[in-house]
């Protein structure tokens, strides 16, 4: 299932709805009566192929939701991993494909998401704290 939480960017709809019309995924769109949480306990890859963002709020909250996440390198991404976060590029399918199929979940640098989705949580308010004083 593919569950898409926002619109499509750059004109991608037309090529988006192409793709999707000629595959059997199901796909859901927006949260309905669900919410936020609902769509990340239900997510078994975070997907953000946005090619800019100012931030990017889904980084921080497939962390917080302890999934994993795949995404393009735009440069507030790069910075962000400078305080301990890994996720995927997008380019990565092998170890994405991989990354999912192993029932233990581990990823290819030889950690599961779980342990280090929690210690780079408690790494970032620290940093984010001490760098934010005035």
């Not at 910075?79 to 991989?98: K, N, P, R, W, Y």
């Amino acid at each position: 299932m593919l569950w898409l939480l926002g619109p499509s960017e750059d004109g991608y709809e037309p090529e988006l709805e192409a793709l999707l019309g000629d595959s059997d995924v199901r796909v859901l769109r927006g949260l309905g009566d669900s919410n936020i949480h609902d769509a990340y306990a239900a997510s078994d890859l975070v997907v953000m192929p946005s090619t800019w963002e100012g931030f990017g709020n889904p980084v921080l909250e497939s962390v917080t939701h302890a999934r994993p996440l795949a995404l393009n390198w735009y440069p507030v991404a790069l910075e962000i991993t400078q305080h301990g976060f890994t996720f995927f590029g997008l380019d990565e399918v092998a170890a994405i494909t991989s990354f999912l199929e192993t029932p233990t979940r581990h990823c290819s640098k030889g950690t599961s998401w779980s342990p280090g989705a929690t210690s780079t949580w408690s790494i970032w308010p620290r940093d984010w704290v001490e760098s934010s004083r005035v």
